[in-house]
């Protein structure tokens, strides 16, 4: 497995795939091509023989020096429980360092997300029933590096 920095001629094959490894949901309106041309540093991509097996785009905040944001990850559903998903953190917990705090959010109905990250150390911040607006609730997830 080769995990490097993404790049933007990355974003077609990510964008490709979105949907269908969230099971067909329509998610790729939330991944814009700017996380694969501004936020290289602290955006990923997986690949194995080639094939696209993950990626994970975030970025360090503009308005708290110590915090640090993770937009979107995704796995391969092949690949799910290899240890892919906690390798691509950890990647992006050092690139941001010396950033202490790092966020992420995601959708209450997504138990599985929410999950993977208490199983990384994050904490339910507090779930915010319009953080997308008026119907739109959100689980805010925060994580404390050493």
């Not at 975030?58 to 796995?75: C, K, L, P, W």
């Not at 339910?124 to 607006?133: I, L």
């Amino acid at each position: 497995m080769q995990i490097r920095h993404a790049e933007p001629h990355d974003y077609a094959r990510v964008i490709a795939v979105v949907d269908e490894w969230w099971g067909g949901r329509e998610m790729a309106a939330m991944l814009p091509k700017l996380f694969f041309v501004h936020f290289r540093g602290t955006s990923f991509v997986a690949e194995e023989n080639g094939e696209l097996a993950g990626f994970l785009c975030g970025f360090r905040s503009q308005t708290n020096d110590d915090e640090a944001y993770i937009h979107f990850v995704g796995v391969d559903p092949a690949r799910r429980g290899s240890g892919l998903g906690r390798t691509l953190y950890e990647r992006f917990f050092e690139a941001v360092r010396p950033r202490t705090v790092v966020r992420a959010v995601t959708s209450p109905v997504n138990e599985q997300s929410v999950a993977f990250h208490r199983a990384l150390g994050f904490e339910v911040e507090r779930v915010d029933e319009s953080y997308d607006g008026a119907g739109e609730p959100r689980v805010l997830l925060v994580k404390h590096l050493p």
